[in-house]
């Protein structure tokens, strides 16, 4: 039995469709298998650029926790520095006076490190006078705020004052240099006999 030319065309859309079918289907399936692909590569790029950032930011926190230590040690070896050299200042002004009572002024900033030298201090004054020693530190009239720092110390009846501040310590060393001064800026006068 022939044919006809209707079932003919009929046969071959159908084989048309089945054809179409299988390659939508294997094009879905190649979709599937790219997306896959495509999403393990992503997530293992993404995974290997997110240990590099982990590693690179613990490496920066470990540098900035150096960092920190070795300024915290600087400050701690200033602070010691500040603290021995206000407790140096201090046997320096008592040595002056030699008295068993003394008052010592300072400014209200420095009165955490003026206590903690007096604290050291004492002992090894004590010790150098070979008697008993009480150090005051008068916390109602402070040393102007605006000067650089240091002591005064006053004997019991505040009537002999060392001062030890940088400010008196320049005064000194002004008076010391007058006569430098004197001859530098109006030259040497042939007429003074002493240069003080």
């Given amino acids: 039995m022939a044919l006809s030319d209707a079932d003919v065309q009929k046969q071959i859309k159908h084989m048309m469709a089945f054809i179409e079918q299988e390659a939508n289907e294997k094009a879905e399936e190649i979709d599937a298998k790219a997306e896959e692909e495509f999403n393990i590569e992503k997530g293992r790029l993404v995974q290997t650029q997110r240990l590099k950032i982990m590693e690179y930011y613990e490496k920066k926190e470990k540098q900035i926790e150096q960092q920190k230590k070795i300024q915290m040690s600087n400050l701690m070896n200033q602070a010691r520095l500040k603290v021995l050299k206000a407790r140096d200042d201090l046997i320096a002004g008592f040595y002056q006076l030699l008295e068993a009572r003394l008052i010592v002024r300072c400014r209200k900033q420095d009165l955490p490190m003026v206590k903690a030298a007096v604290q050291k201090s004492i002992p ?19 040393l102007p705020e605006d000067i650089a720092g240091g002591v005064e110390i006053y004997n019991s009846d505040g009537k002999i004052k060392v001062s030890n501040t940088l400010e008196s310590r320049l005064d000194l060393v002004a008076q010391q240099m007058m006569p430098e001064i004197r001859v530098a800026l109006f030259g040497a ?8």
């Fill in 124 to 142: 090894i004054y004590k010790n150098a006078i070979k008697r008993d020693a009480e150090v005051h530190i008068d916390q109602d009239n402070f």
């Fill in 189 to 196: 006068n042939a007429n003074r006999k002493f240069l003080d």
